[in-house]
């Protein structure tokens, strides 16, 4: 049985039999019955309980006249999410700010929770930043079908008539690498990130490892914000009415 972090052992004692009639109802037999929950899922339901908590305390602690600190950062983000959609998507923007918003600081906080002692980065396995890709990449096709109708398939014809069909093949094979390209971007980064972590705890538990979890704080802001900007890119891209 693969080693367990204190977490995902509490999760497997009182959730196991949960777990498994979940997967059975999928027709997904796990490698371990007596262990279906796995670190990586451990540490994404502890992200998501975080990001509930943390958007209902922001919440109710909404206020005009007196915001607070965890407010005003908030809003920054907010701002920044909505100033960059609004250069990139343009019109109609407004519709995709949240997504862009949950989507961000779910990715951060998969990235930055393994900083803390007892716990690992799930970003660092490849099947959650392949999970971020494969909704993003629904999202932006479902939003490109809404806004554009059928004429959302003249994006993969181009513009010469008798190019269409090798233009429609490349253009698919493009729009499937794009999740292939997000998901090996995070993970590959996240996952060199912990390795380098790692090894110097392993040969000098003390002081010394400071410098690498602050790169890979660096790492992982940055990496966010390019998938966040990558995500509104291809949003853009599908919503346009001109092609």
Known sequence: MPEQLWLTALLNK??????????????VRPTNPEAPITNYIAMQLLVFALLLLFFLYVRVRLSVDNPGALQHLVELLDSFVSGQSHEVIGHGYERYV?????????????????????FETPAGIPSVPLGCALVTWFYYQMHGIRENGPGYIKNFLGPVWWLAPLLFIIEVFSHLARILSLTIRLFANMFASDMVILVFFTLVPIIIPVPF??????????????????????IGEAVAHEH
């Open 213 to 234: 979890i602050l790169l890979h704080i660096a790492v992982a802001i940055i990496q966010t914000y390019v998938f966040v900007l990558l995500a509104t890119v291809y």
């Open 14 to 27: 009182h959730f196991a039999g949960v777990a498994n009639a979940i997967l059975s109802a999928a027709h």
């Open 98 to 118: 949240g997504f862009l918003s949950a989507l961000g600081m779910y990715i951060i906080a998969n990235c930055l929770i393994g900083v803390i002692p007892g």
